[in-house]
């Protein structure tokens, strides 16, 4: 089992931007996927977007395309997940998330191991 760490999250006005890392606790393999979900209280898990690990293709929720970048460091086993234009509606805990098939998936039942999740408020 592989833990994943967050952080990064934080307090922020709308129109502002913030960066999450999620290291992983060992080397992670190139057969892998990752992915950022993110749920808001009382709201169904989102997903928000997902990189292979190998080849750093990418591909992301329609709530956030264009402003958010997912992005991948082999050597620090880690990804990161850049957040530009924060919305309100933004404002969750975010987890990252692993799946131990190359293929990406946008379903939280395809990932296997997760992180605890770092808060993000973006403020009006």
């Known amino acids: 089992q592989v833990q994943l760490v967050e952080s990064g999250g934080g307090l922020v006005q709308a129109g502002g931007s913030l960066r999450l890392s999620c290291e992983a606790s060992?080397?992670?393999?190139?057969?892998?996927?990752m992915a950022w979900f993110r749920q808001a209280p009382g709201k169904e898990r989102e997903f928000v977007a997902a990189?292979?690990?190998?080849?750093?293709?990418?591909a992301y929720g329609d709530s956030v395309k264009g402003r958010f970048t997912i992005s991948r460091d082999n050597a620090k086993s880690t990804i990161y997940l850049q957040m530009n234009s924060l919305k309100p509606e933004d404002t969750a805990t975010y987890y990252c998330?692993?799946?131990?098939?190359?293929?990406?998936?946008?379903?939280?039942?395809?990932?296997?191991?997760w992180g605890q999740g770092t808060q993000v408020t973006v403020s009006s």
């Open positions: 998330a692993l799946r131990p098939s190359p293929v990406k998936s946008p379903s939280g039942a395809d990932y296997t191991d």
């Open positions: 060992r080397r992670t393999f190139s057969s892998y996927a």
């Open positions: 990189i292979n690990w190998s080849f750093g293709s990418t």
